[in-house]
């Protein structure tokens, strides 16, 4: 497992053949997974360790990708520590009750031995994954602080941020205390993950292309930091991925990644100019590329690859998440694709 090539690459020790997995392989665009979901809400699906794990290995088994991504969601972790979060299809993850005051952040569930006890179905899934998925080796995932706090601060999914924004500025004691409660929440949930078999993480900040540098090493990069804290002990590589966060490259690396995911906004060769030497990245093919021609497709991922050519590690995925109108078989003509280049052209 320790030379599957992701991991090799996620490591800075890279292979001939390029290594490639996709945010949001899994789901509504395999037919597979749309009919195994029917009758099942998205969240009840990610607490059934069966179905949890048929899903994780569907995108594998179509498209010979090189990881699975662990199928699961950013709220997951808050729904099994007690809060009312569903998640609403076209809309994205809905609380019932916003925090947005002290007494609020006060009212939040302790994280103890109830919440690990209600992690077991999250450790069954990946147990049960990483044998069905044998040499391939599983990314498990959580979502960083800022993203999910936002969408608790918010109560579900915000163009701007601004409640969010705005609590930081004002109340920065109870935004803080917000933020470790969800750093702890989501760092805990990755550590289940590694424990019980997955051999790489990556932390998702999709949103926090929304805050400033400042904003951002004064208000969210200790939380995030400590969420990866808490697997920074375990030998798995830690891949810290942010939308829209090109002029947070270096805080959110010095975060305490081992690996930066980097959207489409930014090309390669740009994010290891402003990186540390060495650090192994991720990404960054712009997912609207799929809906093109087939040329237009794999000179898009030949340009990723040749500017990815002089990392220490490049491990090939989108800029971001698969549309859920995307043509599968386009994902594994990718792959295919992929999978013939040499690495080092450049
Ligand atoms: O292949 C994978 O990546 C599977 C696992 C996964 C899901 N969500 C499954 C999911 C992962 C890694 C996530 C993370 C996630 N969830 C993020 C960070 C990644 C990113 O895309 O930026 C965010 C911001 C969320 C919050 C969220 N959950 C949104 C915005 C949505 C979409 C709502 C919609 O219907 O458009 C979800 C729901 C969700 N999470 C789905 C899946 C497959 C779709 C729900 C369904 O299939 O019914």
Redesign the pocket.
């Known amino acids: 497992m320790a030379g599957a090539s992701v991991l090799r690459e996620l490591r800075g020790d890279r292979a001939d053949t390029p290594s490639v997995w996709?945010?949001?392989?899994?789901?509504?665009s395999l037919p597979e997974?749309r009919s195994l979901?029917e009758g099942t809400t998205?969240l009840d699906s990610c607490v059934r360790p069966d179905m949890a794990a048929e899903i994780?290995v569907q995108?594998v088994r179509r498209h010979r990708v090189d990881a699975g991504?662990?199928?699961?969601?950013?709220?997951v972790p808050a729904r099994q520590a007690g809060l009312g979060v569903e998640?609403?299809?076209?809309?994205?993850?809905v609380f019932d009750h916003p925090i947005r005051t002290e007494a609020d952040v006060d009212a939040l569930p302790a994280l103890g031995d109830d919440y690990e006890a209600a992690l077991e179905p999250i450790r069954e899934a990946v147990r049960l994954t990483v044998a069905e998925l044998g040499t391939t080796p599983l990314i498990g995932?959580a979502?960083a602080p800022f993203?999910v706090a936002s969408?608790m601060v918010e109560g579900g999914?915000s163009r701007d941020h601004l409640r969010t924004r705005a609590l930081m500025r004002s109340q920065p004691e109870v935004w803080a205390r917000l933020a470790a409660w969800v750093a702890e929440l989501s760092g805990r949930f990755l550590r289940a993950q590694v424990l019980a078999g997955a051999s790489a993480v990556q932390l998702?900040d999709?949103?926090v292309g929304a805050l400033s540098a400042d904003m951002y090493t004064t208000h969210v990069q200790a939380h995030s930091a400590a969420a990866l804290a808490r697997v920074s002990d375990l030998p798995v590589p830690r891949i810290h991925f942010g939308?829209g966060a090109a002029h947070l490259l270096t805080p959110m690396w010095e975060a305490g990644a081992t690996a930066m995911g980097v959207d489409h906004r930014l090309r390669l060769d740009q994010a290891l100019d402003i990186l540390p030497a060495g650090t192994p990245v991720q990404g960054n093919i712009d997912p609207a590329v799929l809906f093109t021609s087939e040329q237009a497709r794999f000179e898009e991922a030949r340009a990723v690859l040749d500017a990815g050519a002089r990392a220490s590690g490049h491990v090939v995925n989108l800029g971001?998440?698969?549309a859920?109108d995307t043509d599968p078989q386009v994902l594994t003509d990718l792959v295919s694709f992929l999978h013939e280049q040499d690495a080092h052209r450049a």
């Open positions: 996709f945010m949001r392989q899994a789901g509504r997974y979901r998205m994780t995108p991504i662990f199928f699961s969601d950013i709220v998640i609403q299809p076209g809309v994205g993850p995932f979502g993203t969408y999914p998702f999709s949103w939308v971001h998440g698969v859920p």
